[in-house]
């Protein structure tokens, strides 16, 4: 099992993520240009910003995602007692691995937001979403620090839901999936209907963007469920029928 963790671990240290730190730093350089907060709002504005995490974070979460699943290996699989332990073995290698990718951006935002002043608080002057999430936390290192985990546990579960349908399905029909739930990921941003991402599963921002959770009351408790709902049928689906799998034609 260890083996079965390092090497998914390491194939996801690949060339990719140099595009991922590239285009982190020529977002991340373009807001810094004049921004007006302090560098700790600096840091918070870009982990909670949605205009960054829709078009660059989630588009290489996928785009990595895509290239980092690949069939089982049956040599492998015949040394595993049972393909759940296998299953969960990689479950918590693609964790890693999406701890990595949130604290690579993290470490982007902290280098490139070095020379701006000092801040504790979120003023009044600053940004809407800035001023919901001051709301609820006394300091933008305590935001910073509840977003980041809330991150990676959110993308933590996508990713192992993600490997789920690439197990059952074809890898055509797992693409087809991810472009809708982007679409409808872009269509919940850019709409001006109320409420519209308090709709669980079809939109997937409340699971990365921890901001949205605080937009209407009992959303954070709504997006937990549903996540806890995804990892049981995870559970279910590959305990009673991991030897299945669906065929598109």
Not at 106 to 129: C, E, H, N, Q, W
Not at 215 to 242: D, R
Request: proline share 4%.
């Amino acid at each position: 099992m260890k083996a079965v963790f390092i090497r998914n671990v390491r194939r996801f240290l690949s060339g990719r993520l140099v595009f991922l730190v590239l285009g982190c730093a020529l977002f991340t350089l373009n807001e810094r240009q004049g921004f007006p907060l302090s560098y700790d709002n600096f840091i918070l504005s870009m982990i909670s910003n949605h205009y960054y995490i829709t078009p660059f974070l989630t588009i290489m979460f996928f785009y990595i995602l895509y290239h980092y699943f690949e069939d089982d290996l049956d040599y492998v699989l015949i040394r595993m007692t049972s393909y759940s332990r296998y299953f969960a073995v990689k479950a918590a290698a693609l964790s890693v691995n999406m701890t990595l990718f949130v604290l690579i951006q993290l470490a982007v935002f902290l280098i490139i937001g070095m020379g701006l002043p000092r801040g504790s608080t979120i003023p009044p002057y600053a940004p809407d979403y800035l001023l919901l999430i001051g709301t609820y936390f006394s300091s933008p290192w305590q935001a910073i620090c509840i977003t980041v985990i809330y991150m990676i546990f959110g993308l933590s579960i996508l990713a192992t839901l993600f490997m789920t349908l690439h197990h059952f399905l074809e890898k055509r029909a797992v693409a087809v999936i991810t472009i809708m739930l982007y679409i409808l990921m872009v269509f919940a941003m850019k709409s001006k209907i109320q409420g519209l991402t308090r709709i669980p599963f079809l939109f997937i921002n409340n699971y990365i963007i921890f901001m949205y959770n605080l937009s209407y009351p009992y959303a954070l408790l709504v997006s937990l469920i549903s996540l806890s709902m995804i990892v049981a049928g995870i559970v279910f689906f590959i305990n009673n029928y991991w030897q299945k799998r669906t065929t598109w034609k």
